[in-house]
């Protein structure tokens, strides 16, 4: 089955060997993402990450010719579980119309200290 990667963002996923999010027939798999923006900086607040992050798998979902309403299985790692709140909010904006199966779970933590969260996404590209 044709697989349809996204290009690459940054050196990371060619010196690892993952694609950021792909295509394989009728499914979008995009991979975890964290909110580093183009100059290296990452937004203060999970809230702001969370916004940053989903409006990127949004744009990963698109390129590849789906939709967010396509959206249908979320998992969300934070680090400090006094942000799940915030982040299920940044949730419910760009994916909440979809009601994707979505998970929420706390960890002791992630690559950079700084990210708050980490987001993975799936869709499958339906007619409309």
Do not use: C
Not at 30 to 55: C, K, M, N, R, Y
Not at 100 to 125: D, F, H, N
């Amino acid at each position: 089955m044709k697989r349809t990667h996204i290009p690459a963002l940054s050196s990371f996923e060619e010196n690892i060997g993952f694609s950021r999010a792909l295509r394989v027939g009728d499914h979008i798999f995009v991979s975890g993402h964290t909110a580093t923006l183009p100059d290296g900086s990452v937004p203060a607040t999970a809230s702001e990450q969370a916004d940053h992050i989903f409006a990127e798998i949004i744009r990963h979902v698109e390129t590849l010719g789906g939709k967010a309403a396509h959206v249908v299985r979320v998992r969300m790692f934070v680090t400090d579980i006094a942000d799940a709140d915030a982040i299920s909010s940044a949730f419910s904006r760009a994916l909440g119309h979809a009601r994707p199966a979505a998970t929420l779970v706390a960890i002791a933590g992630l690559y950079r200290p700084e990210w708050k969260v980490e987001i993975e996404a799936e869709a499958v590209v339906t007619a409309d």
